[in-house]
């Protein structure tokens, strides 16, 4: 439905040239949340104001459904306003001279997705049913709290069925507890329309709650595509590792290579390994483990004969009350780990640390 | 066919339509200036040949170091010192509290533009002289002197304080707009830390409006150096306080038996002379509208400008715009009403009053130029405040909002027709037209309602990109961003979104564009011809010939009239108060609150 | 109804109008011949001469310009900026019916000395004129004139003997309305003339000064007012048997640092009447204006002993014009009589060669303080004097003199 490729964008400034995004590739099928992750300042949304028409891009290409709207071969440069895209912006961008009902009734009203006057009323009370604003519709916008300011942003950006919905941290402006509502609301509302979206967050649980696939963009670059699954459990890269979830992140070489149903093995500062690794490694090769702080097991004293056992002393114990979040250290080096609230851990205890051989992943 | 290609320095389709109508403004200013510049180097009509440099080379004198400049130094910012020391306050206290009559004192300063400056000028030289300044006497018979030395006359000081007092109005206007916009939410954000009312005021609202008084500034320093009627009737003609304004009347003008003589270039000259610091100022100005993300306050979060409840202090701030009110509109309008009712404009006394008649009155009508100057003047008020509105909000779009690689360029050359004097613009615009009879006899120009017009969009343009410059900045990008994505065109943006976000900002810079071009004489009489005569021509010519009790009393009838209808024009727009974006929608629960 | 009206008058004022003047004409001119002296009488003998032959050669004339005016159907003229507005109907009317013209009159205020500069490089440009008719000074005219862009009218002194009974009844005469190079360019038609106008509660008329160069005297420190220009001091090189450019130069300059301020003569008599100044260097015009709308207003007014300067205004028919003809019976017309009885009660400025109250007042205080009054084209010298100020030399001395009027 969208592709983006070899997307480039360098901003011109006093201090010089800033390329905010260089080389973005991806595509989103039709249906699909399609979320771009990354800290602040990292491009993402020059790429989405790149893909609505808000920017022009220095190269690349980029497709909304059948029709190229930007090629830097042959000039093309499609104007926003064809584009056909409904856009969430991060400031709402509610018209405050407006009431409600005439902000969601806007794009009926004027420009191209100009609908006959008496279907503008029934569809604008469709769109705020849908974000739950029916009674709202004769407040002056500005009278709105954040989280209504929101909705009638998503309304207005709905009321004209776009085939595409861009959203800019849609979100970030709400208190937490009304962002982790929303995030499920606004899947299941889009899931329920059918709706091809790009959502720009920075925040990792956002992303991994809303998205059908998951874009972690670092300095201007996407590091890794995947479902939230891959991402989370098998990160690409170190970026990508740290950005989601908490990593422990080891460099490490190898020492053996899994051969006649033998386990391969990898030395780290924190001990020798064992862990399942792919065939095309060779012994010696330098290459980074990570393993996810849940993933590790903590016991008071050895229980019998393990694998990947190793010693460590807890630094940090800090109670999040469904569980224990620990800071072990492991000749020498910080470990995090998650301990059930049933386990009593204190600082400066003495533990056994087990790291399940198949929590240990390998970085490329 | 759908697709558009692409241009450089990020310029898409969207803003073609604001760039060529800006190009178009800016082509007619760069053909105007450069005719000006071209007429420096002209010994003295331009359709003679010859070249000379004594325009340049006359200019440097000795004197214009040692007097002219320092007098024209303290007159600039004299009156910035006094504009702003009134003008300001007057702003906050009109804008954003609760101060009452709030409507009727906007109404008044905007009436000052239309009382002519002579009037202003005779006024304070009644109340202000040595030897016949009423306050003089009145202070000296009380303080047992027989006389007090203090007088308009004859001072620089005098001169910057009259021409303060007459332009603290377009600062009012510069900042009343940009003060109405601002997020409460900012403000209230300071208060919630804990800052007191006046220095949220200092540290919060003062910096937020800060391109608005700057560019307010810069605007009437350069006005304040240009006018030249004030300054010549209170000393500058005589040569006791030479300011540019004058030496560039003289060297126009240097008062021989030969018309022709005229050394317009001369003109040129200063207006060169007077622009290299205005576009050093200017300058100043754009650096810190670069910052200007900063001032984008006008965001998509809602918001209501919040006034400020005075409660018992509001006498003192009601005192204070009377205060203004009594010098800038009370007095003259009573010397204009005095001079009107005098056969011949004495000094109040029982003598005088024994005389007091309406014969002035009589007659006024057919006097002015009856019917047929009365709808030139409208069609030409109109028409330029229109089409001012219209180009500068086209320049400072593609200035504010957009990427444009000529913007700063843009935002430059808008701002130079300020500095050249009228007179030299008029003639350049006077020549320009003879040419065109010559060569384009189908262009309606010379001698048209047409050529006073363009003369004055081009003079006002500068005053009309200031106002939409700091009110467009003013509106978040994305307000404008989100309209596009959601189908329409800028065209249709400007119009269902922006131009409504902005209208304070628009209705006083239409109302106030009409009040100078309803006001203006200098270019108006030079462009004059058969069929364009205006009202302010009219009572200049009244003044000039000697009929001052006709041309006060018309005086009087143009300040009434236009009095009453931008009352009227103010009501219907919502008032000045109510038309405010935001208010009208945040009004009634929760500014009562407060 | 009221084009109905106008035939009508028409019909009925012109036939007899022609007998009228065809009779007088043959019952003044042995008159008119031994009433003219000089080089005159031969033109005017030879026009009147020629008038006289059935029909007359002026009527002849006359009707052969209303003809080709009213094809013309127009004509747009300028008044002098200080007329009334009220003005220009009554002006417009009368001109149309005293020539039976059907045609379009517009007369505009302009200021002439703005406008002359704009009708030279119109001349100069080779673009047709804004206005057929122009009105302006004598110094003015004069150089449109040298810079081709006024009209000489054919038979001017016919045309003026046919339209003018003043000239007719040779009370006046040919070279009073046009005068040395302006003749038959050119028609004057009203005059001012310059002199010290004061307010006699703060000064008594043996106190003021009585030569130009007295103005630089200490005891008239800050008292008095005079115009930027240099109309009151330029003409002196033609007024002084002896002179000396840098010595006059100084006069001026003493003057100029001596006056209290530099204001348009209408500012500055204002302010006299305010008590702010004593006396003010002005025109007899401000002097009438003030006592005709205030008899009581405490001013009086004085010659200078040593010279007084006369000003002249002067209408020309520009080149190129659009409607010469029309152009020309308004240029003509304008110094009769009957124009003179519509502007001179509201302008109160005097026709040096008419006949009304004003005018024989005019004439009268000149004689009675036997005031020297000298203008531009009176004598050779002061045309002398003219063309010099024309030249790179004299425009600078111009300009320097400008200067020492405001004190520098
Ligand atoms: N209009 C602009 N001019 C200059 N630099 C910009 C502009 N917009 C964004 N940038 C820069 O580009 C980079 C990426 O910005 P952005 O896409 O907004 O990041 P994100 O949305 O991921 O926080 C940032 O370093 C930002 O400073
Ligand atoms: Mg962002």
Known sequence: MIRVKNLRKTFLTKQGSQAAVHGAEFDVAEGEIFMLLGPSGCGKTTTLRCIAGLETPDEGEIWIGEQLVFGDRGGTLLPVYKRGVGMVFQSYAIWPHLTVFDNVAYPLVHGIYKAPKREVKGRVQKALSLVGLERFEDRPAPLLSGGQQQRVALARALVYEPKVLLLDEPLSNLDAKLRAEMRIELRALMKRLNITAIYVTHDQEEALVLSDRIAVMHAGEIKQIGTPRDIYVKPQNDVVAGFIGTANLFSASITAVPRNGEEGSVSTPIGALACPLPPSVAVGQPVTIMFRPEDVVVRASQAGPSQNSLCGVVEQAVFVGSRLQCVLSVQGHKVHCEVPKSQLVETGQSVVVEIPRHAIHLLP | ?594 | MGRLRKIKALASGVIPWCVLVVSWLALLMPLQLVMRPGAETALVWEALADAAEAPSKGKQLLDELVRKAKQEGEVVATISSSWRKTLIQPLADTFRKRFGLDIKVTLANVESSQHFAMAIAETQAGAPPTYDVVQGTDSETMQLHGGGGTQRVENWEALVAEINPLVRSGKVRLDQIGQGPLRGQSFMFMANVKQLIYNTKLISEKDLPRTHAELGDPKYKGKFSQPPWTTHWDIGPAAFEKFNRNEWLDVVRRAGKNGGAVLYESAGVQRVVLGEFAFVLAQDRYMRQIFGKDPKAPIGYRFFDDYNGLTSFYHSVRTRARHPSAGTLFALWMTTPEAQAIWQPSDLQAVPYGDSAIDREFRLGIEKSKARVIGWLDNEKALEVLKWYGTDEGRKYLEAMARAIRGE
């Open chain 2, 1 to 594: 066919m759908s697709a558009s290609t692409r241009r450089p320095g990020g310029i898409t389709t969207a803003n073609a339509l604001p760039l060529a109508f800006s190009w178009l403004i800016l082509a007619v200013v760069i053909v105007l200036l450069a005719f000006v510049l071209y007429m420096t180097f002209v010994p003295s009509l331009p359709t003679e040949p010859g070249f000379t440099l004594k325009h340049w080379s006359n200019v440097a004198s000795s004197r214009l170091l040692t007097r002219v400049i320092p007098n024209t130094a303290i007159v600039g910012f004299g009156a910035i010192f006094v504009g702003a020391f009134f003008a300001l306050p007057m702003a906050w206290l009109l804008n954003r509290t609760t101060l009452p009559l709030r409507a009727t004192f906007t109404t008044m300063i905007g009436i000052t533009p239309v009382i002519p400056g002579f009037i202003l000028a005779m006024g304070w030289i009644m109340l202000l002289d040595e030897r016949i300044g009423l306050l003089n006497n009145v202070a000296a018979s009380l303080l047992g002197f027989s006389s007090i030395p203090l007088s308009v006359k004859d001072s620089p000081w005098g001169i910057a304080w009259v021409l303060g007092l007459i332009l603290a109005p377009a600062i009012f206007f510069l900042v009343a707009g940009p003060l109405c916009r601002i997020d409460p939410s900012l403000e209230e954000a300071a208060s919630v830390v804990g800052m007191r009312h006046l220095t949220t005021l200092r540290r919060v609202t003062l910096p937020l409006v800060w391109p608005g008084i700057l560019g307010g500034l810069i605007y009437v320093f350069m006005t304040a150096v240009s006018i030249f009627e004030i300054p010549a009737l209170l000393g500058a003609a005589s040569g006791k306080v030479p300011v540019l304004a004058s030496e560039i009347f003289y060297s126009v003008r240097p008062g021989g038996p030969l018309t022709a003589t005229f050394a317009y270039g001369a003109a040129g000259v200063y207006g060169t002379l007077l622009a290299a610091p205005s576009l050093v100022a200017l300058y100043v100005y754009l650096r810190v509208l670069e910052r200007t993300e900063r001032y984008q306050v006008i965001t998509g979060k809602g918001y209501r400008p919040r006034e400020t409840d005075l409660g018992g202090w509001s006498w003192i701030g009601v005192g204070f715009v009377v205060l203004y009110l009594a010098l800038a509109v009370g007095l003259p309008l009573l010397v204009l009403l005095w001079a009107s009712l005098m056969p011949v404009l004495q000094m109040p006394s029982r003598e005088a009053l024994s005389k007091l008649s309406f014969t002035n009155y009589d007659g006024l009508f057919e006097g002015l130029g009856g019917f047929g100057v009365i709808s030139n003047t409208v069609v030409l008020v109109l028409s330029v405040s229109l089409f001012v509105s219209f180009f500068s909000f086209m320049v400072s779009w593609v200035v504010v909002r957009t990427q444009a690689q000529s913007r700063k360029l843009m935002d430059m050359l808008v701002m130079v027709p300020h500095a050249i004097p009228s007179l030299a613009f008029a003639f350049a615009l006077a020549m320009l037209g003879i040419l065109a009879s010559r060569w384009l006899p189908w262009l309606p120009l010379s001698g048209t309602l047409g050529i006073i017009a363009v003369a004055h969009v081009i003079n006002r343009m500068p005053y009309g990109t200031r106002v939409m410059n700091s009110a467009l900045a003013q509106v978040h990008r994305e307000l404008e961003e989100c309209a596009q994505v959601c189908g329409t065109k800028t065209p249709t943006i400007m119009r269902t979104i922006i131009l409504p976000l902005i209208k304070p900002s628009v209705i006083y810079l239409v109302v106030w564009t009409a009040m100078l071009s309803f006001q203006e004489v200098t270019m108006a009489l030079f462009l004059s011809g058969p069929h364009n005569n205006v009202l302010s021509v009219s009572i200049w010519v009244l003044w000039e010939g000697g009929n001052l009790g006709t041309a006060a009393a018309g005086a009087v009838a143009m300040v009434a009239t236009t009095g009453l209808l931008m009352f009227g024009i103010l009501r219907l727009a919502g008032g000045p108060t109510a038309g405010l974006v935001g208010r009208e929608v945040g009004a009634a629960p929760l500014t009562k609150s407060q």
